[in-house]
């Protein structure tokens, strides 16, 4: 049997969605205008690019200016940005006439499509990374030992000296229906068009919990009231009131990119404050015009006395059963203290993500890991010999600000990153492990 090496790359991606491929850019510019190679490869689970496919609903918008595509901000002369796309799709001018900033979301994915096509040749689809290993020469850790796992169930393995993590978020699954989770009636939000729910009940009208306050809740709300217009839907969370989310332009400024600077040089209790004061800016939160819509759809159905849609403020769901008549929550008003149960055909979970500061494929480095913060650059803190840097990006919500889960600055941080890295002089590898020290990038 012949042995095949793994290959080595100067830097591998683990995800693709928008951070990584603003991040390909980044590279790909700064390896043709310093006329050096940088052998990359970014390595996505899902089998094609999609930009959270289960939540490209027909009528959704995208909640940041086109103008922070994933370049423009950068460099507005390159030709990746969201207007060039435009003008090679024969649209500029027709967008133009739409009046607006914010794209549909399905136009949108279809840019950022477009851009990865471009990046077809160092892109891997179908493969999870499952483990990031270390690779050691003498005392030092050298290289990572990237390995994957395929749709096939094949494993892989790939050497890199480097490592940029965008994995984005995992569904937030609440504690209360982890027991229903498996069962098809739940879904979560960000698994929607693909789920049962949305192929429709057979022709009855079927009971639809939606579950939470935020951008998401709304608008499955709404495509499900216009998907199937039989459909009973209660749409149920603990706050007061749904509540409009705040991008005025004054508190905008929180998402611009010299703010990072300013956020990360706050000691830890101010930036917590920080978030704090303005996490009305992204979470359970609903832009104002949808919460327009919603409350007109209520109030047009008060008038023709058709009611479809409820909803349930100050509703706490204390326990959910699965039974053969459908999924049975019990709900608390802790207010009023009244509790009442009721019965769906189907639950969707609107219940947010969850961020891990280190994705759980970094433990076999875990131990090498120094102090919880990643520096400026994004970059994971290493004992010093620990040699291959590791860049998170979307983790650092903490350290960077709010702007770090978005899209806001994606164009900044790739370019903060590739900096990074190209100004490290790799002497990461040992010339007896048949790798080369040269000057990286
Ligand atoms: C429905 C929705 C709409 C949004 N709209 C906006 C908006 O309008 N404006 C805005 O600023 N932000 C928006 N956001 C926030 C969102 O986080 C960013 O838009 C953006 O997706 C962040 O990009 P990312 O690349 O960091 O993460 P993601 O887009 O989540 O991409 C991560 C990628 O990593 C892949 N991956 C995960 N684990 C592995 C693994 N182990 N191995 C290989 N691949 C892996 C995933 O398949 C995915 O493709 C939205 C979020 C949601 C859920
Ligand atoms: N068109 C778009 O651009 C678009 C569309 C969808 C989403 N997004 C973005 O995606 C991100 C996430 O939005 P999201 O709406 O999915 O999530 P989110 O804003 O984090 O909201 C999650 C909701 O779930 C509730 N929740 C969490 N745990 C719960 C529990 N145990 N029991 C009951 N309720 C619980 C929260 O209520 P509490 O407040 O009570 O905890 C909150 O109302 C945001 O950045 C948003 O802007 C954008």
Redesign the pocket.
Known sequence: MSYHPAPEYDVVGVGFGPSNLALAIALDDCARKQRVSCRSVFVERQPSFKW?GG?L?PG?????SFLKDLVSLRDPTSPFTFINYLHKSGRLLDFTNCRTFYPS?IEFNDYLRWVAGQFESVVEYGETVVAVEPVSAGQSVVALRVLTQTEGGEERSRIARNLVVAVG?LP?I????RAVAGDPRVMH??GYLDSPVTAGFGGCAPRVAV?????????VTLDLSDRIPDSNIDL????HALKP?DSSPFVNEIFNPEYTDYFYSQADGQREAIVRSFRNT??????PDLLDQLYRMTYQQRVTGARRLAVHPRS??VAAHARPEGIVLELLNRDEDVRHRATYDAIV?????ERSPVPAFLDPIRRYIEGGTLDRDYRLQTSPAFRPQVHLQGCAETSHGLSD??LSVLPIRAQEITTSLASTRAKQFDPEQHLVERVYL
Do not use: C, K, W
């Open positions: 959270h939540m609903l959704s918008n995208m909640q940041i979301r978020g937030h609440p504690a209360v229906f939000t960000s579950i939470g306050g935020g951008q998401s809740a709304a608008e149920i969370f603990r706050g989310s992204n979470y359970a939160v609903v832009d706490e769901i979970l609107a219940t947010g993500y889960t978005l």
